[in-house]
């Protein structure tokens, strides 16, 4: 257990520089969703969403996601709206909101 909490707690502490500097990705957006979205299944459903929609070629994602794709698809993989916690944390500039409605458009078999 002590191993665990000492990978935890450096995940939990960690920054990144996107999409902002001071970003905690895992604290502020990967473990509230796995903690309050079903944990391992709420992934699998991420990949599947992905994998069911996302545009392939020659086998692979024909490209990235922008950051609205990827708030869309997680927002589907939960069944629940996550623009509230991306925006808490990441923040949410035009561009981001401009990456959402586009996403939703694209894709509107994600629902949530």
Do not use: C
Request: proline share 5%; glycine share 6%.
């Amino acid at each position: 257990m002590v191993d665990a909490q000492r990978v935890f707690d450096n995940y939990t502490n960690a920054t990144q520089d996107f999409p902002r500097a001071g970003t905690h990705w895992f604290r502020d957006w990967f473990y509230p969703i796995w903690r309050d979205h079903g944990r391992i299944a709420v992934m699998v459903k991420y990949w599947k969403l992905l994998s069911q929609y996302f545009p392939v070629s020659a086998g692979k994602y024909a490209r990235d996601l922008t950051f609205g794709e990827m708030v869309h698809f997680m927002s589907g993989a939960t069944n629940v709206n996550l623009k509230s916690l991306a925006t808490t944390a990441f923040g949410w500039p035009p561009e981001s909101e401009q990456e959402f409605t586009a996403a939703r458009a694209a894709f509107p078999q994600v629902m949530y």
